[in-house]
């Protein structure tokens, strides 16, 4: 499941230049789309157009798909212009901010814990790859409580590429084959230890 964040009225970080976050995370999923695509993945987007869609919204679609895995792709707006980097959710630094609620609300609210160590080595996978192929990028990914992978009942990661202020958005576009070369090499990777383990 492809999650092209943003879009519709939420438009994501504005660049200096002319450039839109929304639109540039639209085709950047359209790319890794049709390059996982000849690895024999099945893909879904959570929006082809310029939908407006919330986080639950989004992780309702990626909930409903039985043995999925979930990527959210944003453009940063600090990052060394050209490098990328993947973050997992990382349970260990949230405080436990959030009381039990009745009702199934908390299980929801952290669907994506049980997930966690399968989303981190998923993270770690990209990265890697991320190093090699946009130069400055780091060898280890992020762990941080980014707040939309939470309800996702998957792996989930989220990939950021830098960043927003490029001067158009051509120079962003340019990085997409290397990006979504480091994500279909990862995603083979990953697939062969995680349906090991879990399917
Ligand atoms: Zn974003």
Same mark, same amino acid.
């Given at each position: 499941?492809?999650?092209?964040?943003?879009?519709?009225?939420?438009?994501?970080? @504005?660049?200096?230049?002319?450039?839109?976050?929304?639109?540039?995370?639209?085709?950047?999923?359209?790319?890794?789309?049709?390059?996982?695509?000849?690895?024999?993945?099945?893909?879904?987007?959570?929006?082809?157009?310029?939908?407006?869609?919330?986080?639950?919204?989004?992780?309702?679609?990626?909930?409903?798909?039985?043995?999925?895995?979930?990527?959210?792709? @944003?453009?940063?707006?600090?990052?060394?212009? #050209?490098?990328?980097?993947?973050?997992?959710?990382?349970?260990?630094?949230?405080?436990?901010?959030?009381?039990?609620?009745?009702?199934?609300?908390?299980?929801?609210?952290?669907?994506?814990?049980?997930?966690?160590?399968?989303?981190?080595?998923?993270?770690?996978?990209?990265? #890697?790859?991320?190093?090699?192929?946009?130069?400055?990028?780091?060898?280890?990914?992020?762990?941080?409580?980014?707040?939309?992978?939470?309800?996702?009942?998957?792996?989930?990661?989220?990939?950021?590429?830098?960043?927003?202020?490029?001067?158009?958005?051509?120079?962003?576009?340019?990085?997409?084959?290397?990006?979504?070369?480091?994500?279909? @090499?990862?995603?083979?990777?990953?697939?062969?230890?995680?349906?090991?383990?879990? @399917?």
């Amino acid at each position: 499941m492809l999650d092209p964040a943003h879009g519709g009225t939420d438009e994501g970080a @504005h660049g200096s230049g002319s450039i839109v976050e929304k639109d540039v995370t639209l085709v950047l999923a359209e790319a890794i789309r049709a390059r996982v695509l000849r690895d024999g993945w099945q893909v879904l987007m959570t929006r082809q157009g310029d939908d407006t869609l919330s986080f639950a919204q989004r992780a309702a679609m990626a909930n409903a798909q039985a043995h999925a895995i979930f990527l959210t792709l @944003h453009v940063g707006s600090s990052g060394a212009a #050209g490098t990328a980097y993947a973050c997992y959710y990382d349970f260990g630094q949230l405080a436990e901010a959030t009381p039990p609620v009745a009702g199934g609300l908390l299980s929801w609210e952290t669907a994506q814990r049980p997930w966690e160590p399968y989303s981190r080595r998923l993270a770690q996978l990209v990265q #890697g790859e991320l190093a090699t192929r946009l130069p400055g990028s780091s060898e280890q990914p992020a762990g941080a409580p980014l707040y939309q992978l939470r309800a996702i009942d998957e792996p989930a990661i989220a990939v950021e590429l830098e960043n927003v202020n490029a001067a158009d958005e051509g120079a962003l576009t340019a990085l997409a084959a290397p990006l979504a070369g480091a994500i279909a @090499h990862a995603l083979v990777a990953f697939r062969a230890s995680y349906a090991a383990e879990v @399917h």
